[in-house]
Each structure stands twice: as structure tokens, then as C-alpha cells.
């Protein structure tokens, strides 16, 4: 049963501190995303990824986020530095497209289960 | 650009009976892709039902199934034999596939749905 994973799962931190986030796609997926969630503005696409090249980072405040995929196994957000209205839920998702015969493409999309962010 | 509502902000039903959910977006595109996720208290987001707007059949899971009518950009989802492990908070999303649009998803807002014994 293959999971996007996601480390660590909760985050304690002091405003100032540098922050990072690391995610693992489903094996195949060639699509890999960023999200928030916060009680305010719901779920946010921070950034996105496809084949390992940044396609959209708009959502986020570049002055302080960023978001790397070294390999294809590996997705990273890092904050630096923290504060407290970064507190939120942080999910990563990948994705990919397949192309059947029933019609032009088929689409899936699957989250991690989140790392919860505290900046005190 | 594209949007999502949902105008329940919560629902309750009793176990074993159904509901439905709302969900209606804006869009000026012929080809795309809807989506219910499923909340639960754990915040883990879990993928539900899709539905491709070229295909007119509506989508179903099990328990799932949902109301699509293009025409009046409605998306409805209908839980049915509802249990209590149905209770969680419920998204509504919209995806517009394209070379560069391909899996971003717009959400509406969120619907809370407690399922009582």
C-alpha cells in the first residue's frame, strides 16, 4: 500500500529557528506538492513540482520559504527564519497522470499525513 | 479564475442514513477534474471519489457516490448507510489539467459532517 510520508510529524519551535520539512512521494509519482492548512485560510498550494523542477512556488513567501526536491525521492519546505503565523498544518501530495484507453488521462493525487508546525 | 464553494459550513446525520454534501464551482473550462477529500480528526487527508468532467456517468465507491451536473457546475456528495467513521470534515476540489495546471487543486472551504449514533 504505497504512502506519501512525511517527517517530522509534529514541530515545537522558537520564532527565529530555521524549520525543515521532508516528504516522500508514492515510488512513480512524477508530481509532487505543498500545502497549508490553517484554521483561517483553509488549504493553501504553497509550491509544486513536476519531474523535480519547480512549476509554481507563488503561494509562498519566498522572503523566507523554500522548497527543494534534491531527488525523486525526496521533497523539502524549509522555513528561515520561524514565526508564530507560520503555525499551521503542512501537507505534501504527489501525483501522477496516467493515460487510458476509457479517456485522455487519469488523474490521482495523494497526501501525507501532515506535519503539524508550532512557532512560539 | 477558478472557484469552490461549499455553503455548509456543517452537517449532522444519523447513523445509517444518508446525506448530501454541496458543492458548486466556477470555471470557464471544458475539461477537468473533481474531487472529494475526506478530513478526519487525525487531519490526515484522504482521497474519497473523482470525478472527470468528460465522462457524463456519475462516480461511485461503495457508500460514495456523487451528483455531477456540469451544466449547473454542481458536484454533490452523497454518503449513504452514513457511519460513524464518516465524520470528519469533507473537500470539495477542482483541478483544470494542463501542461502546467496538472494536479494543482483548488479547495472550497470545508464541510464538517457529524455522523451521531
Not at chain 1, 510520508?5 to 522558537?14: A, C, D, G, L, N
Not at chain 2, 484522504?46 to 470525478?51: K, N, P, S, T, Y
Amino acid at each position: 500500500d504505497a504512502r506519501v510520508t512525511q517527517t517530522p510529524r509534529h514541530k515545537v519551535t522558537e520564532m527565529g529557528q530555521e524549520v525543515t520539512m521532508r516528504c516522500q512521494p508514492i515510488l512513480g509519482h512524477n508530481t509532487v506538492f505543498w500545502y497549508r492548512q490553517t484554521m483561517m485560510q483553509g488549504l493553501e498550494l504553497l509550491a509544486y513540482f513536476r519531474n523535480r523542477a519547480p512549476l509554481d512556488d507563488s503561494g509562498m513567501p519566498k522572503d523566507r520559504f523554500s522548497a527543494e526536491m534534491p531527488d525523486a525521492t525526496l521533497a523539502t519546505l524549509k522555513i528561515q527564519p520561524s514565526e508564530p503565523r507560520d503555525s499551521a498544518v503542512y501537507f505534501c501530495a504527489s501525483g501522477t497522470i496516467h493515460y487510458s484507453i476509457s479517456g485522455p488521462w487519469d488523474y490521482e493525487q495523494y497526501f501525507g499525513p501532515g506535519t503539524r508546525l508550532t512557532v512560539t | 479564475a477558478q472557484t469552490v464553494t461549499q455553503s455548509q459550513p456543517e452537517m449532522s446525520v444519523q447513523e445509517a442514513e444518508t446525506v448530501t454534501l454541496s458543492c458548486t464551482y466556477d470555471t470557464s473550462e471544458n475539461n477537468y477534474y473533481l474531487f472529494w477529500y475526506k478530513q478526519p480528526p487525525s487531519r490526515q487527508m484522504i482521497l474519497v471519489i473523482r470525478q472527470e468532467a468528460y465522462k457524463q456517468q456519475n462516480a461511485t465507491e461503495n457508500r460514495f457516490s456523487v451528483n455531477f451536473q456540469k451544466a449547473a457546475k454542481s458536484f454533490s456528495l452523497k454518503i449513504s448507510d452514513s457511519q460513524l467513521g464518516d465524520t470528519a470534515m469533507y473537500f470539495c476540489a477542482f483541478m483544470k489539467p494542463g501542461s502546467s495546471n496538472t494536479g494543482k487543486l483548488i479547495f472550497g472551504q470545508g464541510t464538517t459532517l457529524q455522523v451521531k449514533p
